[in-house]
């Protein structure tokens, strides 16, 4: 393991002075759903070989830290699909205390049931699930199949397990629109968190984001028609505007990357499971950390980080209509 003692005291600083201290690390573009606006219902997966080891990713996570990282996010595709993925758990779950101070995960909470009790044992704490309907044939048509039931169920084991839970519901005007009250007051009643999330414009979809995009300054003036919204001290070090909901004692996030753009706090970069890293959510720039992480070259990993956040952009360019700001998929980059 990387000795904290070596850390770089320049750490990780862009050009425009942000100090990235929080990684979205893809395991995985693999994912057993195909949600409407993240993927194509036909994908073509990445073959084994173009993916880091499990071991790979530790070892770039170490040179994070040691960089001065102090969260990562497991995500994917579906995280915890990828085999052996509570080996990699684990060993960045030693670090917590030790450099990390946190180490989270996004899922899509089909496989929950099965390993919340192992991720909590292994030092996650919080966890986000993607879940855009409490409908089952509403989420059956979103997800292109996906079994609601087995989702709920793996909320529960979460919940049981000690996890605190954040519900990420992508609000899509037409499809789910009438739901985000009802959502809300769920989760206020489950002692969750609820995320509102805008739809982005990343790779090509059967379907046209236009008809589905909904404004949440729009959803939020409805919702204050029926609560009290205060603005929260709250911080998780993601994009997220928090407000507390003062008649259900609860707290609701909205990630509004077209309506307000969130870029000039920008803390983080995102890894994809091939070992490219991306400045920037909605732009290309990037470098690719696999062969130098596969040739030993801990000098030259750092001198590409170096390089990556010299170009890191000011912000996206996101636009809703007309081609998507970038053509790979929010599965390959990592949700």
């Known amino acids: 393991m990387t000795n904290l003692a070596n850390e770089r005291p320049d750490g990780l600083v862009d050009s425009f002075g942000r100090r990235i201290t929080y990684v979205r690390l893809s395991v995985t573009d693999r994912c057993d759903l195909r ?11 990445l073959p084994k070989r173009d993916i880091l080891t499990l071991e790979e990713m530790v070892e770039l996570s170490e040179i994070l830290i040691a960089r001065g990282v102090r969260k990562i996010r497991l995500t994917g595709g579906e995280p915890l699909v990828r085999k052996g993925m509570m080996e990699l758990v684990r060993s960045l779950g030693q670090r917590i205390g030790s450099g990390l101070d946190e180490l989270v995960l996004t899922t899509n909470g089909t496989r929950l049931e099965r390993f919340a009790t192992e991720l909590h044992d292994a030092g996650i704490r ?33 919940l049981t397990a000690g996890l605190a839970v954040k519900i990420n519901m992508v609000a899509l005007a037409g499809i789910n629109e009438d739901e985000i009250e009802g959502m809300l007051r769920w989760c206020a009643a489950m002692a969750m968190d609820l995320t509102l999330i805008e739809t982005m414009p990343l790779g090509q979809v059967e379907e046209d984001r236009t008809d589905h995009y909904l404004p949440l300054d729009a959803v939020k003036h409805r919702l204050e028609e029926r609560f009290t919204l205060v603005p929260s001290t709250k911080r998780t070090g993601g994009p997220a505007r928090y407000f507390d909901v003062v008649e ?9 990357p077209l309506t307000n753009n969130f870029c000039e706090g920008c803390n983080r970069i995102r890894i994809a499971a091939t070992g490219t890293v991306y400045g920037c959510l909605g ?26 956040l010299a170009g890191k952009p000011r912000r996206h360019d996101f636009q809703i209509g007309g081609a998507p700001a970038v053509a790979r998929h929010m599965s390959v980059t990592g949700g």
């Open 35 to 45: 949600c409407r606006y993240c993927m194509s219902e036909h994908m073509q997966f």
């Open 126 to 158: 919080r966890i986000n699930v993607s879940l855009d309907s409490r409908r089952p044939e509403r989420f059956g048509h979103i997800t292109r199949g996906g079994d609601l039931s087995q989702v709920l169920r793996g909320i529960d084991a979460a």
């Open 248 to 256: 259900l004692r609860s707290r609701l996030g909205l990630i509004t």
């Open 283 to 308: 732009h290309d720039q990037k470098v690719e950390l696999r062969d130098a992480l596969r040739s030993g070259g801990r000098e030259e990993v750092d001198r590409l980080l170096d390089r990556l």
